[in-house]
């Protein structure tokens, strides 16, 4: 027959028994990432790690500053083997200087100066009427060791020996003594009354020049002083009365006025040690010591008439200096 009209719903049924749990499902697509979370605290401190391999060398840094100018250099002390100059504009010649303190004290050797060796002030010597002095500007007198009598008297044969009435031996003083000191016969007690010396070698020749006043001299152009002093001469052992084997009469030598020994830096009178071969020294007073003489001296000659003698009066010596060569390679500056 033919088909019917539908029905009307019907009503909902009674809700079923829950079923069984299902399979696991498939991972979904990754989600976004998250916002950053708040810092958290900090951590303790972990513990030393080792010390890693050496890193490869950086990049040359860039080129410094030029530096200030520099003092000006000293001079090589020698020359080569060829004769040429070891640094341009230093001379290959050198010039040596002796310098006595008259004192106990070893003096100094001047700035860029080197000190070949120090010693005793030698003067002279004397044998049997014949004598001998040293140069106080020369090397030679200055002596490294102390001796009270430093020579011996050799005759034709060869054979050589003391005279032991007539040899001695003079030292500059160091101190000034108005009367004869106790003999001294150990070496320790005479070496506190010798003057001390030093031998010094520098690139500066030397000149010595002397005023002929009491004025002190200025160096020649191109040359600065080294010290000042009083113009010697000579030291002359006068004669004494009686003559004895010990005083042998007068005698000595000048002493070249261009040398520096001819401008001591003190005027001491008298001022020489005597030692004999017999084994003692003393100061010996009968030496007479010549300086040159100034020209104020002539305001003090009251006419032609002998002048009243004044002690210790140092108003007629003439002044002198010693003085080097300024040189532009040894660091000098001329004034």
Same mark, same amino acid.
């Given at each position: 027959g033919m088909l019917g009209i539908p029905g009307t719903p019907g009503t909902h049924g009674i809700p079923g028994v829950q079923g069984a749990k299902g399979n696991k499902g498939i991972p979904g697509i990754q989600g976004p990432a998250g916002r950053n979370g708040f810092r958290g605290n900090r951590g303790d401190a972990g513990e030393n790690g080792e010390k890693g391999e050496e890193g490869p060398g950086g990049d040359p840094g860039r080129s410094g500053r030029d530096g200030e100018v520099g003092e000006p250099g000293q001079c090589t002390e020698v020359c080569t083997g060829t004769g040429n100059r070891a640094k341009p504009g230093c001379p290959c010649d050198t010039h040596l200087l002796t310098i006595h303190s008259q004192s106990t004290d070893i003096p100094q050797c001047p700035q860029h100066w080197k000190s070949l060796w120090v010693g005793y002030s030698f003067l002279m010597i004397f044998e049997n009427g014949v004598n001998m002095l040293q140069d106080p500007g020369s090397a030679g007198s200055c002596m490294e060791t102390f001796l009270p009598t430093p020579f011996v008297t050799c005759d034709r044969n060869g054979a050589c020996?003391?005279?032991?009435?007539?040899?001695?031996?003079?030292?500059?003083?160091?101190?000034? #003594?108005?009367?004869?000191? !106790?003999?001294? +016969?150990?070496? %320790?007690?005479?070496?506190?009354?010798?003057?001390?010396? @030093?031998?010094?070698?520098?690139?500066?020749?030397?000149?010595?020049?002397?005023?002929?006043?009491?004025?002190?001299?200025?160096?020649?152009?191109?040359?600065?002083?080294?010290?000042?002093?009083?113009?010697?001469?000579?030291?002359?052992?006068?004669?004494?009365?009686?003559?004895?084997?010990?005083?042998?009469?007068?005698?000595?030598?000048?002493?070249?006025?261009?040398?520096?020994?001819?401008?001591?830096?003190?005027?001491?009178?008298?001022?020489?040690?005597?030692?004999? #071969?017999?084994?003692?020294? !003393?100061?010996? +007073?009968?030496? %007479?010591?010549?300086?040159?003489?100034?020209?104020?001296? @002539?305001?003090?000659?009251?006419?032609?008439?002998?002048?009243?003698?004044?002690?210790?009066?140092?108003?007629?010596v003439s002044r002198c200096a010693v003085c080097k060569r300024v040189n532009r390679w040894n660091g000098s500056r001329r004034k």
């Open positions: 020996g003391h005279n032991f009435r007539t040899e001695k031996s003079v030292w500059m003083g160091a101190e000034v #003594s108005e009367e004869p000191m !106790t003999r001294l +016969t150990t070496l %320790s007690q005479v070496e506190r009354h010798v003057s001390r010396c @030093n031998v010094c070698m520098g690139p500066s020749l030397v000149q010595t020049v002397h005023s002929f006043s009491t004025e002190i001299p200025n160096c020649p152009r191109g040359f600065e002083p080294i010290w000042t002093g009083y113009s010697y001469l000579i030291p002359i052992l006068d004669s004494l009365s009686p003559v004895s084997e010990e005083n042998s009469g007068r005698a000595g030598q000048g002493i070249p006025t261009d040398s520096p020994g001819s401008c001591l830096p003190q005027l001491q009178t008298p001022s020489y040690i005597e030692c004999l #071969s017999r084994g003692y020294c !003393t100061y010996n +007073t009968a030496f %007479s010591n010549y300086w040159l003489r100034s020209n104020d001296a @002539n305001k003090t000659d009251n006419n032609g008439q002998e002048p009243p003698k004044q002690e210790n009066s140092i108003e007629n």
